[in-house]
């Protein structure tokens, strides 16, 4: 009878051991669920247009840049 209590004993102990290497997923979207809870969701369509209006706005800026660096250089 010890030796199975010892046995079952041994089995739990390295059910409970079993320690496998973690690549933070875990610990990332249990995070990302924290944080997306917190949201303000009506201010988020809001921001999303100021961003892709911004963007917009400095790849206009980016390409006129280049374009006239381009003119300037062939002259």
Same mark, same amino acid.
């Given at each position: &009878?010890?030796?199975?209590?010892?046995? $079952? /004993? $041994?089995?739990?102990? /390295? @059910?409970?051991?079993?320690?496998?290497?973690?690549?933070?997923?875990?610990?990332?979207? *249990?995070?990302?669920? @924290? *944080?997306?809870?917190? @949201? %303000?969701?009506?201010?988020? !369509? %809001?921001? +999303?247009?100021? !961003?892709?209006?911004?963007?917009?706005?400095? &790849? +206009?800026?980016?390409?006129?840049?280049?374009? *006239?660096?381009?003119? @300037?250089?062939?002259?």
């Amino acid at each position: &009878m010890d030796e199975i209590l010892t046995t $079952k /004993e $041994k089995t739990m102990s /390295e @059910i409970k051991h079993n320690h496998q290497a973690q690549d933070g997923t875990g610990n990332m979207l *249990l995070t990302a669920s @924290i *944080l997306f809870a917190n @949201i %303000d969701y009506s201010g988020l !369509a %809001d921001y +999303a247009i100021k !961003a892709f209006v911004g963007g917009a706005i400095w &790849m +206009a800026f980016k390409v006129g840049g280049e374009y *006239l660096s381009n003119r @300037i250089k062939k002259k």
